[in-house]
């Protein structure tokens, strides 16, 4: 019994070694598509962004749709400058593995805040989603997602309660 609960342990430990290798070259790979971006970016070169997305990227707009709104957002934000990275996540789905960037940037006209989402595709990162927006609408989109995910913890919460309230409650005939 000793021999194979330890076999067991090895092979979990060598199973989430493996993942979490995987998930740094996905963040990697990521980080190194967000410079990519950025240098296309400063190049005005929005439909090589485009046509190396992701198939979801480019069927939720049109490449003239697309290209026009990232040149409108660069008018007002101007040349990009530099950025930190501010949250990182991931998640994954049926072998479907998405790496979530957050930039905290500077650019010539002010700064924004950038959300990157990556599809993983093979060892290739493919833009999937990509939102620029001010500091402050940055602050009031994540104060949202925070009070969402809190109200849908209690929810759950409140409902595995009263799950456990039933299951100690007598059945009555």
Known sequence: M????LL????????LGLSGCG????TKAAEAEVDRFHQRWNADEFKAVYD???????????ADVTVG?????KRNYGAFKSATRRSWGFSSDNGV????????SVYDNGSAVEAFVYRMSGDKALLVGYDIMSPENAKKHEE??????EAKRKADEEKRQAE???RKSPKKP
Do not use: P
Not at 9 to 15: E, K, N, R
Not at 52 to 62: D, I, K, Y
């Open 2 to 5: 000793k021999h194979s609960s």
């Open 8 to 15: 067991a342990g090895a092979a979990l430990a060598l199973i």
């Open 23 to 26: 998930l740094k070259q996905n």
């Open 52 to 62: 190396e997305a992701h198939a979801n990227f480019r069927n939720s707009q049109s």
């Open 69 to 73: 709104t990232l040149q409108g957002v």
């Open 97 to 104: 593995t998405d790496v979530k960037l957050k930039y905290d």
């Open 144 to 149: 949202a997602e925070n009070a969402a995910r």
């Open 164 to 166: 456990r309230e039933a």
